[in-house]
């Protein structure tokens, strides 16, 4: 059973810094590409980052040069780098995975077929 829990969220004010990691069991890591997101209240998931098995990346609008994506896969974790913080960011951020022969978009919520449970991040003004 494939299993993806986050960890790192927290409050922090804006202009700081945090790194959520997201940690995937039950599947061999560098066959799964993976996708951050993230859930606003009253507002629908919306893409952060996406990295593929072979760390080929990809960015959401609100993402570009302030978040960034990374994988080790010898120890089956995926990382989100959030740099400059604002309180729009605040959100519950999920992990997500999808199996590497899919040759999905990785964009869209539908593309995956793993989830995590979410980490919450505060950002404050």
């Known amino acids: 059973q494939v299993q993806l829990v986050e960890s790192g969220g927290g409050l922090v004010q804006a202009g700081g810094s945090l790194r959520l990691s997201c940690l995937l069991s039950?599947?061999?890591?560098?066959?799964?590409?993976m996708g951050w997101f993230r859930q606003a209240p009253g507002k629908e998931r919306e893409f952060v980052a996406a990295?593929?098995?072979?760390?080929?990346?990809y960015y959401g609008d609100s993402a570009k040069g302030r978040l960034f994506i990374s994988r080790d896969n010898a120890k089956n974790t995926m990382y989100l780098q959030m740099n400059n913080l604002k309180p729009e960011d605040t959100a519950v951020y999920y992990c997500?995975?999808?199996?590497?022969?899919?040759?999905?978009?990785?964009?869209?919520?539908?593309?995956?077929?793993?989830w995590g449970q979410g980490t919450q991040v505060t950002v404050s003004s």
């Open positions: 997500a995975g999808a199996p590497s022969y899919s040759g999905s978009d990785l964009r869209r919520v539908q593309d995956y077929a793993y």
């Open positions: 990295i593929r098995w072979n760390r080929t990346a």
């Open positions: 039950g599947r061999t890591f560098n066959s799964v590409n």
